[in-house]
């Protein structure tokens, strides 16, 4: 199975901060059509996980593009500028390219 | 508006057995691949199972293979998954999704206890 390594596990910030949050596979997430599936989530609190970025980088409908994603093969970044109070909850990675695997969650908190 | 619905969790014992719907409205169901996936409590996610559009080819994680079962019924838009040979461990919340997970369940309980 494919590893998924989350880093940090956790992140307090204060509102209107920019963060990062790293992800890195065990694998290269390239798949045969060389379309790279890693997918970034977020599940706020009591709610079910929402997608915000497909495909490294391609923002899902109605993400602010306070939302970013980048990296290649096996090292992911989500890079979110100008945090607001909305955006905390836990932020997960997920690669579809082999069986999928989320990784471990961020949590992000309000210092 | 896109929408899945689970349903058929509960409390249950160690060795028993159940299944899950999932309802979904909203797209074609019979034109996309569907997932189960699950989260124990104050944990994290954990892909279970994918099953093609057609039902031909079915995917496990290997905490499950050989006791649960994804299943697919096109004519009625529902996806299933049968649990067999329940353990405490299986406690969690379980959430289906489209294909690429871009569309969830709001999740259904299942709990495991004596």
């Known amino acids: 199975d494919v590893v998924m390594t989350q880093t940090p596990p956790s992140l307090s910030v204060a509102i209107g901060q920019s963060v990062s949050i790293s992800c890195k596979s065990s694998?290269?997430?390239?798949?045969?059509?060389?379309?790279?599936?890693l997918n970034w989530l977020l599940q706020s609190p009591g709610r079910s996980p929402k997608r915000l970025i497909y495909?490294?980088?391609k923002l899902d409908s109605g993400v602010p593009d306070r939302f970013s994603g980048s990296g290649s093969e096996k090292d992911f970044t989500l890079k979110i500028s100008r945090v607001e109070a909305e955006d905390l909850g836990v932020y997960y990675c997920?690669?579809?390219?082999?069986?999928?695997?989320f990784g471990g969650g961020t949590k992000l908190e309000l210092k | 508006e896109v929408q899945l619905v689970e349903s058929g969790g509960g409390l249950l014992k160690p060795g028993s057995s159940l299944k899950l719907s999932c309802v979904v409205s909203?797209?074609?169901?019979?034109?996309?691949?569907m997932h189960w996936i699950r989260q124990a409590p104050k944990k994290g996610l954990e892909w279970m199972a994918l099953?093609?559009?057609?039902?031909?080819?079915?995917y496990y994680a290997d905490s499950v293979k050989g006791r649960f079962t994804i299943s697919r019924d096109n004519s009625k838009n529902t996806l299933y998954l049968e649990m067999n040979s329940l353990r405490y461990e299986d406690t969690a919340m379980y959430y289906c999704?489209?294909?690429?997970?871009?569309?969830w369940g709001q999740g259904v309980m299942v709990t495991v206890s004596s």
């Open positions: 099953i093609y559009y057609d039902g031909r080819s079915r």
């Open positions: 909203g797209f074609t169901f019979s034109r996309y691949g």
């Open positions: 694998q290269s997430l390239v798949a045969r059509d060389k379309i790279t599936y």
């Open positions: 999704a489209k294909s690429d997970f871009d569309h």
């Open positions: 495909q490294v980088s």
């Open positions: 997920l690669q579809g390219t082999h069986s999928p695997t």
